[in-house]
């Protein structure tokens, strides 16, 4: 489906482990005062004066994670800092470093890494983070990455995920599902493209969704939001595996139940349509799908004025007494148990 | 060649992601006072009230660094702890905690990880290392590894691969080259037992090699001793790769030059003796063989004094200026220029 067009092709070994390492970070900078030395020792060395430091860390698998036949390598990296990043800003943190470890088969030439380190760049230039270490290794089998982000935050503005209070306020930013709807899209066009490799897929109508799936971004903004609007969550979680899987998160950890209602979850008009098209659920999609780095936080009431009417938020529901468990509260006004689906359940195999 | 005895085979699929991690991790105690919050949240939360704060990260890969067929689920499992731990030692500083990120294919059942952890377990009891975090993933093919160490010191005390001086001396802990030796009789004895399956293999004769190669410890020791005896190193670097390769690393980065002298490189006489039976030479397997994590440093000589006669330290040689270029004095008084070779050059394939 994407071709790449680019004819040059270097192999991995006529550089070298260390020649491979200074060819693809020659051009990153480095921007946070935290960061004292970066890539170059055998630890890389950072300073947080008086602040709590987070630290979170994911693995992309290819074949898992990843279809290289329609994820662009330089969107491949750019998304795979971005997982990263939307754990430390679900902590209430400012993201400042990443590591980046990856295995790769002789399969990539340079000049496909060259592609992947150009799409890390742009996430630390988006998002002001350093790269400071990392190891490159040949894998017997595909692409994998491994990548950690440490963060910072005063200890008084970090955010867990077990503060959660009954008649808490329920909110998630953005909309939700679309980034499940655009694999879906993704995965038609290409077994199109498998039957018919003459075939030029039309995304125009697809466009949100794709871009969800392809180039997400985390919720650095928010952070930066809910401090001018002087609002500390009393619990946060970022949406990485479907709505419902998080929400029972928050309610284990906090020791609540909550009433989530069906009408009130944000969904974005193309998603409702390819809903329609798929024939499947929007809801569903949106309480299981996935992969939306969205953040799913709670407020206690007294904090509502503050962020009433804010297009960033939408109040979905209020927690409850641990003994009301975690509802679904339907358009048809029936309580429904929450479960947690994850992602799988809804795949078409 | 090691078989498992273990008849019991649980699949991970049984336990989905968020039970396979709680099941492997519910036996790991918190033991730093910079771990505020290890598992279980969106990112963990440490505290280094006025420290640096040390990262460092491996990628071991199945096929690539390590053969299941000679290595015991819980070596590896103790073995990759090291090789990360072992770089925060080589900037002087404590590790602290770990994340421990793992891709597996549905070949291993649930006890297999089981053992792995137990070996990662040992590790972090042993170093008083946390376990804070990580991802469990699938693969579609073999084990792969990725571990992050995070480490802390005070700023006046770090050590980077850049001070030595002309004229510092160059000082190794330990002994060199037998964990590269260690290997290569294990490989003998998996290509023995490829045509005689039932042969056992006698390994009495390179039980030190073998423990090398499968066991390593991380010098912590070492920057335990460096604080008592008041020596803090020009420059350091942990050998993972090879003296020669490290050596070549302190002389670009510190812009200096030396002298080793091959008469003075620390052997193990059972790994001379096994060099005799493989017919190789032994100083080539030291400055090439990796996979030793001692540390080398420097040191100013006024300091000499301090580390004079320590069982722990042997003066190799010394800095120069860098004009003089980096060389091995061998045993017949010639200088010779000083070379990477690196692992692979000494491979049998």
Redesign the interface.
Same mark, same amino acid.
Request: hydrophobic share 35%; proline share 3%; charged share 25%.
């Given at each position: 489906m994407l071709k790449d067009k680019n004819e040059q092709r270097t192999s991995l070994s006529e550089l070298g482990e260390f020649g491979l390492i200074n060819h693809l970070t020659k051009y990153f900078t480095i921007n946070c005062e935290s960061t004292?030395?970066a890539i170059?020792?055998?630890?890389?060395?950072?300073?947080?004066?008086?602040k709590?430091?987070?630290?979170?860390? !994911?693995?992309l698998?290819?074949? /898992?994670?990843f279809d290289l036949s329609y994820m662009p390598l330089k969107h491949l990296g750019y998304k795979a800092v971005m997982v990263n990043l939307?754990? /430390?800003y679900?902590?209430n943190?400012t993201a400042s470093?990443i590591?980046v470890?990856?295995?790769v088969s002789n399969r990539f030439p340079l000049e496909a890494l060259e592609e992947l380190y150009a799409g890390i760049q742009l996430a630390c230039k988006n998002y002001n983070i350093d790269l400071?270490?990392? !190891?490159?290794?040949?894998?017997?089998?595909?692409m994998?990455l491994?990548i950690?982000?440490?963060?910072e935050a005063e200890?008084k503005d970090?955010v867990?995920?077990?503060g959660a209070k009954p008649n808490d306020l329920l909110i998630v930013t953005g909309d939700l599902g679309s980034a499940y709807l655009g694999l879906q899209v993704l995965e038609r066009e290409k077994q199109v493209f498998k039957v018919n490799p003459n075939s030029q897929p039309d995304l125009a109508n697809y466009s949100y969704l794709v871009e969800r799936q392809l180039k997400p971004e985390a919720r650095k903004d928010i952070v930066k939001l809910l401090k001018d609007l002087e609002v500390k969550p009393t619990s946060?979680?970022?949406i990485s595996d479907g709505l419902s899987s998080e929400i029972l998160h928050i309610c284990s950890?906090s020791e609540v139940g909550c009433n989530l209602y069906e009408e009130k979850i944000p969904l974005d008009p193309q998603m409702i349509s390819t809903c329609e098209e798929f024939n499947i659920d929007s809801t569903t999609v949106a309480l299981s799908g996935g992969e939306d780095y969205e953040l799913l936080f709670t407020i206690s009431q007294e904090d509502f004025p503050k962020i009433k009417g804010n297009p960033n938020f939408t109040v979905i529901g209020h927690m409850t007494d641990k003994t009301e468990g975690a509802n679904l509260v339907t358009r048809a006004n029936q309580k429904v148990e929450l479960t947690a689906q994850g992602w799988n359940s809804l795949s078409n195999d």
């Amino acid at each position: 489906m994407l071709k790449d067009k680019n004819e040059q092709r270097t192999s991995l070994s006529e550089l070298g482990e260390f020649g491979l390492i200074n060819h693809l970070t020659k051009y990153f900078t480095i921007n946070c005062e935290s960061t004292e030395k970066a890539i170059g020792d055998d630890a890389a060395v950072l300073e947080f004066s008086g602040k709590q430091v987070l630290v979170t860390t !994911d693995l992309l698998v290819e074949g /898992v994670h990843f279809d290289l036949s329609y994820m662009p390598l330089k969107h491949l990296g750019y998304k795979a800092v971005m997982v990263n990043l939307s754990d /430390v800003y679900a902590m209430n943190g400012t993201a400042s470093q990443i590591t980046v470890s990856m295995a790769v088969s002789n399969r990539f030439p340079l000049e496909a890494l060259e592609e992947l380190y150009a799409g890390i760049q742009l996430a630390c230039k988006n998002y002001n983070i350093d790269l400071i270490g990392g !190891d490159t290794t040949s894998s017997t089998k595909g692409m994998l990455l491994s990548i950690t982000a440490i963060g910072e935050a005063e200890k008084k503005d970090v955010v867990y995920r077990n503060g959660a209070k009954p008649n808490d306020l329920l909110i998630v930013t953005g909309d939700l599902g679309s980034a499940y709807l655009g694999l879906q899209v993704l995965e038609r066009e290409k077994q199109v493209f498998k039957v018919n490799p003459n075939s030029q897929p039309d995304l125009a109508n697809y466009s949100y969704l794709v871009e969800r799936q392809l180039k997400p971004e985390a919720r650095k903004d928010i952070v930066k939001l809910l401090k001018d609007l002087e609002v500390k969550p009393t619990s946060m979680i970022d949406i990485s595996d479907g709505l419902s899987s998080e929400i029972l998160h928050i309610c284990s950890q906090s020791e609540v139940g909550c009433n989530l209602y069906e009408e009130k979850i944000p969904l974005d008009p193309q998603m409702i349509s390819t809903c329609e098209e798929f024939n499947i659920d929007s809801t569903t999609v949106a309480l299981s799908g996935g992969e939306d780095y969205e953040l799913l936080f709670t407020i206690s009431q007294e904090d509502f004025p503050k962020i009433k009417g804010n297009p960033n938020f939408t109040v979905i529901g209020h927690m409850t007494d641990k003994t009301e468990g975690a509802n679904l509260v339907t358009r048809a006004n029936q309580k429904v148990e929450l479960t947690a689906q994850g992602w799988n359940s809804l795949s078409n195999d």
